[in-house]
């Protein structure tokens, strides 16, 4: 089994910045690649950037400049840097892995979410 915990979260003026971190666990031969989506209430689930082993990069054009991921292979850990944050940004923060278990199945795990609010 493959567990992924966020941390992180919070409440800030917009303009401010957070700092996610994303930490996978358990019986893992390999992470292909990670990635943070966001929730908003009443919205549905987006992709907000995704990293791979590689240190290949994707982002939604919404946070384009203001985002950056970044991850550390052998801790199995990813990182979103958010600056000059909007009350839009405002959401459930959640964060994926995708790779191969021991005994070689591949996974896709998600971590529970974690709130960021953006306001003043």
């Known amino acids: 089994q493959v567990h992924v915990v966020e941390s992180g979260g919070g409440l800030v003026q917009p303009g401010g910045s957070l700092r996610l971190s994303c930490a996978a666990s358990?019986?893992?031969?390999?992470?292909?690649?990670m990635g943070w989506y966001r929730q908003a209430p009443g919205k549905q689930r987006e992709l907000v950037a995704s990293i791979t082993s590689a240190g290949s990069t994707n982002y939604a054009d919404s946070v384009k400049g203001r985002f950056t991921i970044s991850r550390d292979n052998a801790k199995n850990t990813v990182y979103l840097q958010m600056n000059s944050l909007k009350p839009e940004d405002t959401a459930v923060y959640y964060c994926?892995?995708?790779?191969?278990?021991?005994?070689?199945?591949?996974?896709?795990?998600w971590g529970q979410g974690t709130q960021v609010t953006v306001s003043s």
């Open positions: 358990g019986s893992i031969l390999s992470i292909n690649a």
């Open positions: 994926n892995a995708q790779g191969w278990r021991l005994g070689v199945s591949l996974f896709s795990s």
